[in-house]
């Protein structure tokens, strides 16, 4: 064999102890199925389109951050409000996500049609509830 006794002796030693912290790792638990989910993605997934779904021409990536800025530079508007999706295809814009309030709502889709035009603004935002 080759090593020293003391390099025979620690290896053993040393897997054990890599297998010991293997189990001390969370096994993560199921949620309750009462329990909220804490985002929408699956709320998102079953809609069409989504953000995957966003063109990458200049024109259709323009008109998104146009839209995103305005939303930003609003400090009037909630989190929930910057944080929209906005999908942009052909021109066409779709709006989606939770906001705060009615209002919100108006205003988001205000800013969008003030870019894109009137007639392309399709929104699908939604007021959450408050918690």
Known sequence: MTGNKWTRLLLPVGSLAFCGSLMAVPVP??????????????????????????????????????????????????????????????????LRGPVRSEDEKAAIEAKAVAVAGPGNVTNQLEVAPKN
């Open 29 to 94: 638990r199921n949620q309750d199925p009462q329990q909220t989910p804490p985002d929408n993605t699956k709320q998102n997934k079953d809609q069409s389109p989504t953000a995957d779904d966003q063109k990458m021409n200049p024109a259709d990536r323009a008109i998104t951050q146009k839209i995103r800025k305005a939303l930003h530079d609003d400090n009037a508007l909630s989190t929930y409000a910057h944080n929209v999706k906005i999908i942009t295809q052909d021109g066409k814009v779709t």
